[in-house]
């Protein structure tokens, strides 16, 4: 299904760039033979049924990713911006013995349970140049509901939770958000995710195969090289989360034309400040687009196209996504009301690899995800996310959520980022405290954003205190980590 996918696109447009890392660029002709080439490697490297890829976004990421598909195993992406105990967890949980990865990352490797099979170590050149003089094999007979890959959620517990996704659905939400998206083969698209995450992975290296379209991959974010990429190759999709933008929006040097090519900017993966949207757009004239998705849903559950879009709402679900908003007791709410997000439809995981006690309980009879997200429909069917439900904070009894308090503060002319957190209030329960991080050069005081706050906000919303910061702890994505400013207190 995946694999051919890719057949289809050398078969359709053998000579289309494919993908271009700024070092090494394959057309789809190059690419098909490249991952036939890794096909061999990993069956004469391994008899697992699970093999493990730890490479950047780049021209050989989607090469090694259809290999392992092409030879009927599961690719289990890895993230290699964990430290060395965290990945020798995840490695261990997904039982595997190869790592197709690449000599920077060979210091993570002493620790790892698994053979690293560094790329540059073998022939690929020659064995690819022998590929093209041979018919590709065929792609594996494989159904919809057959494994393809699994992705590690987090690394940083003791128990690492591996998501899997089959085959079904990842072919279904690159066809679905296609289509939503109305995209077609012509685009240009920048790819500046890492593959080890499900955003990077399903709108970047999957969803522009089946497309047929060009991928520009740079392995490490660099704002001014984003720029420099999207002016250079006229760009014209950009998918990415908002700290990516906020970074680009940061550079003093970038023209107001610079991104006058740019058909469609997608924004996810993290809530967008309203300050980076009307940043971009009053700097660059680019609206960006936001979506939601998880992991569990592979990724996109709903999106903002270029016809049917409102700002400051995550868009409508894509085609054959269902989404219901519900109350304590699992009952549909109304319009206007927040409530959790269920989300149904062939994207949702086949389960938590070899938990199948975690997957009841976030997967019902009917087929019913459970988000862990809360948001509320408008009237017209937009979605807008407004938090976590463990993230929500009980205070006199009255739930709040954080969301709300982060975009008040962030609305504030001398704030970049802020993040809100509940400790515990003897007379309220929870009380909430905020932690901000200020625009460069820009002061700004912790009683002044307890008064920004006081104007847009009940009282009892108001953070009970205001940590100014020079930065906070972050994923691989740019997302804080709000488990771990506890640890700030």
């Not at 190759?233 to 023209?255: E, G, Q």
């Not at 927040?338 to 975690?358: F, H, Q, S, T, W």
């Not at 002061?443 to 104007?455: D, I, P, S, T, Y």
Request: a positive charge; charged letters at 25%; one cysteine or more.
């Amino acid at each position: 299904m995946l694999v051919d996918a890719l057949l289809n696109a050398n078969h359709r447009s053998p000579h289309t760039l494919a993908v271009d890392d700024g070092v090494r660029s394959l057309t789809y002709r190059q690419l098909a033979r490249l991952a036939s080439v890794m096909r061999d490697v990993v069956r004469h490297s391994t008899q697992s049924e699970r093999v493990g890829i730890m490479l950047p976004a780049s021209s050989v990421f989607p090469a090694a990713l259809f290999g392992v598909l092409w030879s009927s195993r599961i690719a289990v992406p890895l993230n290699f911006l964990l430290n060395p105990n965290e990945l020798a967890r995840i490695v261990k949980d997904a039982g595997l013995d190869l790592i197709l990865t690449i000599h920077h990352f060979e210091h993570l490797g002493a620790e790892l349970p698994a053979r690293m099979l560094f790329l540059e170590d073998l022939p690929l050149k020659r064995k690819s140049a022998f590929a093209l003089l041979r018919r590709l094999p065929p792609a594996p007979t494989t159904n919809a509901q057959d494994t393809a890959v699994i992705l590690y959620t987090s690394g940083t517990t003791a128990e690492p939770k591996g998501v899997e996704l089959t085959y079904g659905n990842l072919h279904s939400n690159c066809v679905d958000t296609i289509h939503s998206l109305n995209v077609d083969p012509r685009q240009k698209i920048l790819n500046i995710l890492p593959p080890f995450h499900i955003f990077g992975l399903t709108a970047n290296v999957l969803m522009p195969v089946v497309l047929g379209a060009t991928v520009y991959a740079i392995p490490r974010f660099r704002p001014l090289a984003v720029v420099k990429t999207v002016v250079a190759k006229k760009i014209t999709v950009i998918m990415a989360i908002p700290s990516m933008y906020a970074a680009v929006l940061r550079t003093k040097s970038t023209r107001p034309d610079s991104f006058s090519s740019i058909y469609l900017a997608i924004s996810g993966g993290e809530p967008l400040p309203e300050n980076v949207r009307a940043g971009f757009k009053e700097r660059f004239g680019v609206t960006l687009r936001e979506g939601y998705g998880l992991t569990e849903t592979s990724p996109v559950v709903s999106i903002n196209s270029l016809d049917i879009c409102r700002e400051g709402t995550v868009g409508k679900p894509i085609r054959n996504v269902e989404i219901r908003i519900a109350g304590p007791d699992g009952e549909a709410l109304p319009v206007g009301r927040d409530g959790e997000i269920l989300v149904r439809g062939p994207g949702v995981m086949k389960a938590y690899y070899n938990k199948p006690d975690d997957t009841r309980r976030v997967i019902d009879a009917q087929g019913w995800l459970q988000t862990g997200d809360v948001g509320r429909f408008d009237q017209d069917d937009f979605l807008t996310v407004t938090g976590r439900a463990k993230d929500m904070l009980i205070i006199g009894g009255e739930n709040v959520f954080p969301g709300e308090i982060e975009a008040v503060l962030e609305a504030h002319e001398a704030v970049l980022e802020a993040a809100v957190i509940g400790v515990p209030d003897e007379s309220r329960g929870e009380a909430p405290v905020a932690f901000v991080i200020p625009r460069r050069g820009v002061q700004v005081g912790e009683q002044e954003l307890r008064n920004c706050a006081k104007r847009a906000l009940a009282g009892f919303k108001v953070p009970k205190q205001v940590y100014i910061r020079e930065d906070l702890p972050k994923g691989p994505t740019g997302k804080i980590l709000k488990r771990r400013l506890r640890e700030l207190l």
